[in-house]
């Protein structure tokens, strides 16, 4: 069984249901969640909106391969009510991240395996850090705590 940490969340519609919907769906579809941090609310980050977004780190256990995984999370974000737009950064109401599967490195035209600047976003730090604040990041070679402390975002995070 293959270890994929998940960034789940958006800041459109109802966003706790939402993210509900999205753990269902990827029990259903992609593998078990065997953890998960509490829900965060956090500034809009890379573009301005006035709408904060929800989000929640979760870590599943799957049989899939990591290009399975991500047809898979794209497939319950458009189901959720995604829509892509041309610019990298926007509102939505459900994004799905990987962040980490197993130790593995990946680097494809369409999948950047651990996430590349996962680190950078505070966002995304603090809710690893909540549930695992020793694991190795397995390109920088530092534990996500290591990493939060140095992490120069000091964009709003609030836990919930």
């Given at each position: 069984?293959?270890?994929v ?9 109802d ?6 919907s ?12 065997v ?12 573009f ?25 999370c ?11 737009k041309s ?51 397995p ?22």
């Open positions: 069984m293959n270890q940490y998940l960034l789940i969340g958006g800041n459109l519609g966003r706790y249901k939402l993210i509900g999205a753990k269902l769906s990827i029990t259903k579809k992609i593998g078990k969640v953890k998960e941090s509490s829900i965060y609310e956090t500034a809009p980050w890379g301005k909106s006035e709408q904060y977004f929800l989000n929640q780190v979760i870590v599943i256990t799957t049989e899939y391969s990591p290009g399975e995984v991500l047809q898979r794209q497939e319950i974000e458009n189901e959720l009510g995604r829509i892509r610019e990298q950064y926007s509102s939505r109401t459900m994004d799905v991240d990987i962040l980490f599967y197993n130790d593995d490195l990946i680097n494809l035209s369409e999948l950047i395996i651990p996430h590349e600047r996962l680190h950078e976003r505070r966002f995304t730090m603090e809710p690893l850090v909540e549930i695992s604040p020793e694991y190795a990041h390109k920088l070679n530092k534990t996500l705590s290591e990493l939060l402390a140095e992490c120069k975002d000091v964009s709003e995070v609030r836990k919930l």
